[in-house]
């Protein structure tokens, strides 16, 4: 670890806390219907919205209703992102001419991509620029991170009001607050922001891909095919190799700019390329390094002064806002440690060096980035459910490749997704006041709202269908050689880590990847997209109902027995309460991965 990278660490989190309080009292303006700075260009466009789709926007849903119109919002969005991947190879702005998803050969790729793009995962089991045209990727992927972005952000408000509001039996509209959330959230940011990467060296057209003349031809071996197109193998069942010169080499092009800034902003995470982050023309410069960060917290970083503001209690939201900020800092802490302190098994030859790998663990990062930005990119885009990467978590260290796994696990509240951190952590939040409440001897209150049996339920449904849907998943294919441990590159406790972070990574909605796992079968595209709408719509629809519940309360008067949701004190339980739930849950799995990984590499043994 050097001050360098340090300073680095730190300079971004005083960023993110710069941003907090004038993006949260912004998207107060915006969800209260007050006057910002954009409403003259705006509100004449969010009328004919209105006007065309027939949208009542004075009108108010109780909370079935609003989940019923977000649930029937993303089944069609979802339809429609199936379609258009199954008939790309007959539909326009396709120069490469590259065949419908799921035309060769069905493998569930076309399902999973349309369950992961609709829940704002974003897992990629495919390769992006060999699989998707021009028009799916802007029509199709591109239109749900904007789309599933918004619908974050809709629920993350709603359950906001149902905390404000007193006796009432409503949250908002769905439709009015998607649409504010698209119109002055994401679009305009997003404008902006892919015209910096334009004019940082990231590519915005139209064109075929470009084929140029290696300098150094290069010979590979790769598998022999007879006439049929069939690998032929050995008498023994092994692989026949032939030598094939490489001497073009393929150039990627298209809209890539346009894509990226939603891919941060909306916390999406999913691709142009297939090196995702790490890849020249998607990820240039440091600065736009430093811009993908920054935009994956901001958004949510904002929504924790948006609940102080709009609850009444800004000193609330900054007692969040602090929770989430040590657990960041203990997360890139640990994953920095780790990868700076390198593999002990590659010690340096000189005797004043300590037996640890020289300059640290480089494998799997991009030199122009470092240990302390690989480090610290892996750590955001796993505290949000973002799951862009710029290096690769199969390369990392055990307890490095700990880090973003548990962060996961953590059901990402660590500022987290746009719209879904706050949610999240809400719920725990209500778990949280429901312990104090406990401890003290008093029905457990929260901002004057009591908490009680219902609300307490309903949040513990939201903290168990997570881990049952990652652990079954993952205790099935661990134990079915056929279609779920062939797939590993690796044995033993990282190939367990390989297939636990896939899980692990579309329940959470955050679609990174250890890597080390050939996903695109139809045993992981059928579970993984089914854990991803589990993992999105099975925990929204109990949030919404304790935000229901909420708001239909009357409030209460603070007294002596009032735990206070402002202090120090609250901010220490809310992290206990967040650790000590994950732990407990995750902790036997973690034990049999990374856990008895790192010791086993202490000892001189790898995977």
């Not at 015209?195 to 139209?206: E, H, P």
């Not at 098994?345 to 037996?355: E, F, I, R, W």
């Not at 790998?357 to 973002?386: H, P, W, Y």
């Not at 997570?466 to 590993?488: K, N, R, W």
């Amino acid at each position: 670890m050097t001050l360098n990278g340090w300073l680095q660490i730190l300079f971004f989190l005083a960023l993110v806390l710069f941003v907090t309080k004038p993006l949260g009292v912004f998207m107060t303006h915006v969800f209260n219907g007050e006057k910002t700075f954009l409403d003259p260009v705006l509100r004449p466009l969010e009328r004919l919205i209105y006007k065309l789709t027939r949208v009542d926007h004075e009108r108010e849903m109780r909370w079935t209703e609003y989940a019923a119109a977000m649930l029937l919002f993303s089944v069609v969005s979802m339809v429609v992102l199936y379609a258009i991947q199954r008939l790309q190879g007959v539909l326009p702005f396709n120069p490469q001419q590259l065949p419908g998803v799921d035309s060769a050969s069905f493998t569930g790729s076309a399902f999973n991509n349309a369950a992961s793009f609709t829940s704002n995962t974003n897992w990629q089991s495919y390769v992006p620029e060999v699989t998707m045209s021009y028009l799916t990727q802007m029509a199709g992927l591109a239109y749900h991170n904007f789309t599933s972005a918004a619908v974050g952000i809709s629920l993350a408000v709603a359950f906001i009001r149902g905390i404000a509001r007193r006796e009432m039996q409503t949250i908002g509209n769905f439709w009015v607050d998607m649409t504010r959330s698209v119109l002055w959230v994401l679009l305009p940011f997003c404008l902006v922001g892919a015209l910096v990467l334009i004019s940082q060296g990231m590519i915005q057209n139209l064109k075929p891909y470009d084929i140029v003349k290696l300098v150094d031809p290069q010979t590979i071996e790769v598998d022999k095919k007879d006439s049929a197109g069939h690998v032929v193998t050995n008498p023994d069942g092994t692989t026949v190799k032939e030598a094939q010169g490489v001497t073009d080499q393929v150039i990627a092009q298209g809209p890539l700019a346009s894509q990226e800034f939603i891919k941060q902003w909306g916390t999406n995470g999913g691709g142009f390329f297939n090196a995702n982050s790490a890849h020249p023309l998607e990820n240039p410069t440091p600065f736009t390094n430093l811009i993908a960060m920054f935009s994956i917290f901001a958004i949510s970083a904002g929504l924790t002064y948006t609940l102080g503001r709009m609850t009444g209690s800004a000193r609330h939201g900054w007692a969040v806002w602090a929770a989430m900020a040590v657990l960041f800092v203990v997360g890139v802490t640990a994953a920095y440690w780790a990868e700076a302190r390198g593999n002990p098994l590659l010690a340096g030859t000189d005797q004043n060096v300590s037996a640890t790998q020289s300059g640290g663990n480089m494998e799997g990062k991009e030199v122009r980035f470092g240990i302390a930005n690989s480090a610290l990119f892996a750590t955001v885009t796993t505290d949000a459910s973002c799951g862009a990467v710029n290096s690769m978590h199969d390369s990392f260290t055990p307890i490095g490749g700990l880090v973003p796994l548990a962060n996961i696990m953590l059901s990402e509240v660590i500022f987290g997704g746009v719209g879904a951190g706050m949610y999240g952590i809400l719920i725990y939040i209500v778990l949280a006041v429901f312990i104090a409440g406990l401890m003290v001897g008093r029905t457990p209150e929260y901002l004057g709202k009591k908490i009680e049996s219902y609300d307490v339920k309903m949040a513990m449904l939201v903290v168990l269908v997570f881990p049952l849907t990652i652990l079954v998943f993952t205790a099935i294919s661990m134990v079915s050689p056929s279609f779920g441990t062939s797939q590993l590159n690796n044995s033993g406790p990282h190939g367990l880590s390989e297939i636990l972070y896939a899980f692990t990574s579309g329940t959470g909605n955050n679609g990174s990847a250890f890597a080390g796992i050939s996903a695109n079968t139809l045993w992981y595209n059928s579970t993984i997209g089914m854990a991803m709408l589990v993992g999105r719509f099975f925990m929204i629809i109990p949030m919404l109902a304790i935000a229901g519940n909420l708001a239909r309360k009357k409030t209460v008067p603070p007294s002596l027995g009032t735990f206070p949701v402002t202090t120090p004190l609250f901010t220490t339980l809310l992290v206990s309460v967040i650790v000590i739930v994950g732990a407990l849950t995750f902790f036997p799995a973690l034990s049999l991965g990374p856990i008895v990984e790192h010791f086993l590499m202490q000892a001189g043994r790898t995977f």
